[in-house]
């Protein structure tokens, strides 16, 4: 059973950066795809980042060329570097984990979320 554990939430100031981390605990297969997904409230959860074994990125329209998502596979980490934040990112972030098989998602596991406020 895949655990994770997220951390580096907080409240900044529009324009600000964050950097939030991810630990897995169990086995992460390079066959895992990991990621970051926000809900703010009264919204639907959204992705935001996602991240391969192999260093494949896929990013939301609203995060690229501000967020940036990186994997370190022999710590079985995942982060997510926040850039010029806007106040609309404010949300709970979400850790994920899953291993894509066909059109399943399978072993689909969440950590418990970290907020992020962004605010003057």
Known sequence: QVQLVESGGGLVQPGGSLRL?????GSISSRFVMGWYRQAPGKQRE?????TSNGN???ADSVK?????SRDNAKNTVTLQLNRLEPED???YLCNAYIPIL??????????????????
């Not at 981390?21 to 605990?25: F, I």
């Not at 060329?65 to 998502?69: C, S």
């Not at 059109?103 to 003057?120: E, I, L, M």
Request: hydrophobic content about 40%; some cysteine; glycine content about 8%.
């Open 21 to 25: 981390s991810c630990a897995a605990s």
């Open 47 to 51: 992705l935001v980042a996602s991240i």
């Open 57 to 59: 990125t896929n990013y």
């Open 65 to 69: 060329g501000r967020f940036t998502i």
């Open 90 to 92: 404010t949300a709970v």
């Open 103 to 120: 059109n399943v998602r399978a072993r689909d596991c969440w950590g418990q979320g970290t907020q992020v406020t962004v605010s003057s």
